[in-house]
């Protein structure tokens, strides 16, 4: 399971995932493609619970294919019977070509796919969900995105890079230092990330941090939370406690207890 699922050997009960590279003519704007699929005939519902990234997908499903902004808050799947999706997470900064606009208009919504991508859309997604061939199910999304793939922007390469740097250093806590590891100012670092990943470099710090927390909970045996907190930035456990509960909705020792 990736980063962002939940108690991830839970989740490995419920439903299955897996991630396709995309083509090179995509790579430019997309991380992966992922299936989930389940077979859950006369079991109970599963629910499951994703920490969102700062990504815009692009999801096929019922009732239709949609486009999903950044999330700020937790994202609930309930999953139940037989089924599959497939998603394409752009890459941060990664959607604003095909968008053409702020992404940050995008924030907590979901739009149509067609509304954006044509009405080819919704025949790409009716397609993917008739058959259960991973290969032929990225074939279709391909096929849909490199007919409206937009021109190269080189300002997404840069954005996603900074959203990297964040990722690979939960350690840093504040935009004048990211802006100054980054070598730019923080003005320009705030517009970038208003105009491409579409919420701010304080929100991708914060979340970049949380996500580091849950997964070493999802994975650490008797973990040492004032360590941690310390090792993320925080002045104290009860900061880190306070961030993770507000957020994931239960404590972190509840949380790594099951």
């Known amino acids: 399971m990736g980063r962002g699922v939940l108690h991830p050997a839970l989740a490995a009960t419920g439903f299955r995932l897996s991630r396709h590279a995309p083509s090179a003519a995509l790579a430019p704007f997309v991380e992966f493609h992922w299936i989930v699929a389940w077979d859950r005939p006369g079991l109970p519902p599963f629910e499951q619970k994703i920490l969102p990234h700062p990504n815009v997908h692009l999801a096929f499903e019922h009732p239709g294919p949609a486009v999903h902004g950044v999330e700020r808050g937790l994202f609930i799947r309930r999953i139940e019977g037989t089924g599959h999706v497939l998603g394409v997470k752009f890459l941060p900064g990664g959607f604003r070509p095909f968008w053409g606009r702020p992404v940050s208009e995008l924030t907590g919504r979901t739009v149509p796919a067609h509304a954006v991508l044509g009405p080819a859309a919704d025949g790409a997604g009716r397609a993917i969900l008739a058959t259960t061939d991973e290969s032929a199910m990225v074939a279709h999304a391909e096929a849909l995105l490199l007919a409206a793939r937009p021109e190269p922007d080189p300002l997404v390469a840069e954005v996603a890079g900074m959203v990297a740097r964040i990722v690979a250093d939960p350690g840093l806590t504040r ?84």
């Open 175 to 258: 935009v004048d230092a990211l802006a100054g590891t980054l070598g730019v100012s923080a003005r320009r670092l705030q517009r970038l990330f208003s105009g491409y990943v579409g919420v701010s470099p304080k929100w991708v710090l914060r979340r970049a941090r949380l996500h580091e927390a849950h997964e070493r909970a999802d994975h650490g045996l008797d973990l040492d939370w004032a360590a941690l907190a310390a090792d993320l930035g925080y002045a104290d456990q009860a900061h880190l406690t306070r961030d993770f509960t507000a957020t994931i909705g239960v404590p972190p020792s509840r949380y790594a207890a099951g």
